[in-house]
């Protein structure tokens, strides 16, 4: 199809004389509707490589929570519910009777082995996760079979079956890079040459369902039933301004990209007085965005600056609470990337407060005035090792589109409930900074002294496993970004002002009508596979994650 450009006739007023006998039309270009046009064009060349969307589910539970996509494996299918997880690259399920339902809710199905004709066998027994939390981890077998999400599915997919879980909740699809996968990782580890096998991303871009190893994630607000993935570009529609580009950072040792971590210059709040920046000696760092984590993990100083402030009490149960409410406190918490003119993403305190249900009478849990307690989705490192992590309660104020073939992450302040869609492809051809509606925010090659080894190290926060692996440093505490090279430059075809395009705080965040849970692709995992474990499910999870004697 040609490209169609759209004119648009002033009237009498732009009539003009160019000469006797002759008369002279001013014509005006429409823009965006040209630009629509020529992006309808693209996404019909790119055929089945197109960008495409996939639904996904929230199910929250004991001030925290996890986003799932329902799948289907093998042939016949089989369906199972997959945590969604940018910290780690596996896809791996449960196993028929794997699981230990005494400590993990065993959430998500089974997939039966012997039940599928498409099935291969890779390797029997050599698949094993180790998590974080002593005795954690699953193990089974690594197969090959169809598996499909969103009506789009690949063939021959390296995956995990696990023969046995423990304190495990549910099954995970990874979508990081193929460097950070459990084998893989292992195999470096242990001194021994290793290949990554080709995991989920990989396989969408060689057989065609997307033209570039990327995605974008929108996870919607705290109390949206659901949010959704699009692979293979991003979805204009779902942010405000332009997106901002940065550089993802390699593990420092090894140089290889093995997780989303990304430069973090400085944190500050923005209330009824205006702005300002918190005090930490540990800024600039490198910060890792997962969504496989519910909570996001800051420098110990920061945290410390932030509960003071908001007035949050360490309870020995449930670590730091607040009430929902926050007394009526508003404001935001301010991320800042890539130097002082880089991109903002402003999270609103409210999206902070995570609630905290009393699962044996389904009530809130509320303090001795009747006020509901929520628990603050912010906590620092347990161990000195331990990465900075932006999990969902960051997440959810950000769009964030991963881009793994240029080693980019794209960054925009989200909207907020969401229904319409403006989807974007990102061709191989195309660096993401040059996408239309796009700024350079680049930070690469990080002074940091590395305080991890080489080799991704297994790690669980919040209850929800991931594989984490990546470089992590200790900044040299200036307040500028000092010790890194960036370039900061106006990109966008559209930017007004001098290129900080998502610093206008709350914009966009505030919830409005919250959406009820999808009648469409995405399941009532509450009512399903969810509902009859969550007297024993939810009772164990409570136990497993945050220490005995949670529940009250």
């Not at 670590?319 to 002082?340: E, H, K, N």
């Not at 984490?468 to 900061?488: E, F, M, P, R």
């Amino acid at each position: 199809m040609h490209a169609i450009v759209f004119w648009v006739l002033l009237g009498l007023g732009s009539l003009c004389l160019a000469e006797p006998g002759t008369i002279s039309l001013r014509t005006y270009r429409n823009h965006e509707k040209h630009a629509q046009a020529l992006r309808k064009r693209d996404m019909e060349r790119l055929g089945k490589r197109a960008p495409f969307t996939v639904d996904l589910g929230n199910v929250p539970f004991l001030g925290g929570g996890f986003y799932y996509v329902n799948a289907s494996v093998g042939t016949p299918p089989q369906e199972v519910a997959l945590d969604i997880d940018t910290g780690s690259s596996d896809v791996w399920m449960f196993g028929v009777n794997s699981c230990d339902g005494t400590t993990s809710t065993c959430s998500g199905g089974e997939f039966d082995e012997t039940a599928s004709t498409s099935l291969t066998l890779l390797s029997e027994g050599t698949f094993k996760i180790q998590y974080f939390t002593q005795g954690s981890g699953v193990e089974g077998d690594y197969i090959a079979d169809t598996f499909s999400i969103g009506q789009k599915t690949v063939k021959n997919l390296t995956m995990g079956v696990a023969s046995l879980a423990v304190s495990v909740n549910t099954g995970i699809m990874g979508i990081g890079f193929n460097t950070n996968e459990a084998l893989y990782a292992s195999k470096v580890a242990q001194g021994m040459d290793a290949t990554p096998y080709p995991n989920l991303l990989d396989v969408m871009k060689s057989q065609g369902l997307v033209g570039t190893r990327s995605y974008s994630l929108y996870l919607d607000d705290l109390d949206a039933a659901t949010g959704s993935i699009v692979f293979g570009g991003y979805d204009k529609a779902k942010f405000q301004g332009d997106l901002g580009i940065l550089d993802i950072q390699p593990d420092a040792q090894s140089g290889q990209y093995t997780s989303f971590g990304v430069v973090l210059s400085s944190v500050g709040v923005t209330d009824s007085t205006g702005s300002t920046v918190l005090t930490t000696s540990n800024m600039p760092n490198i910060v890792i965005l997962d969504s496989g984590t519910a909570f996001t993990i800051i420098p110990q100083d920061l945290l410390s600056e932030i509960v003071a402030y908001l007035g949050a009490v360490d309870d020995p149960t449930y670590s730091w609470v607040i009430r929902c409410d926050l007394g009526g406190m508003t404001g935001t918490l301010d991320y800042q990337f890539a130097g002082p003119t880089g991109p903002v993403i402003s999270v609103p305190f409210h999206q902070l407060a995570t609630p905290l249900i009393n699962f044996r009478t389904g009530n809130p849990i509320t303090d001795s005035k009747g006020n509901a307690i929520c628990r603050l989705g912010l906590s620092a490192p347990s161990q000195p090792n331990e990465p900075l992590l932006l999990g969902d309660t960051f997440l959810r104020s950000a769009y964030v589109v991963y881009d793994i073939d240029n080693r980019q992450i794209g960054i925009a302040q989200t909207i907020f409930n969401v229904t319409s869609s403006n989807l974007v492809a990102i061709t191989a051809a195309t660096d993401t900074q040059d996408l239309p509606g796009t700024i350079a925010v680049v930070a690469s090659t990080p002074a940091l002294t590395a305080t991890q080894d080489i080799a991704p190290q297994p790690t669980v926060i919040s209850g929800v496993p991931t594989f984490v692996g990546t470089a992590i440093g200790t900044g040299n505490g200036d307040s500028a970004l000092t010790g890194y090279k960036t370039t900061y430059s106006n990109r966008a075809t559209n930017l007004v002002g001098t290129g900080a395009t998502t610093t206008a705080k709350g914009v966009g965040s505030t919830s409005t009508a919250k959406k009820n849970a999808s009648a469409g692709s995405v399941k009532d995992f509450m009512g399903g596979w969810w509902r009859g474990l969550l007297v024993q499910g939810l009772l164990v999870t409570a136990a497993s994650l945050f220490g005995a004697g949670l529940i009250i």
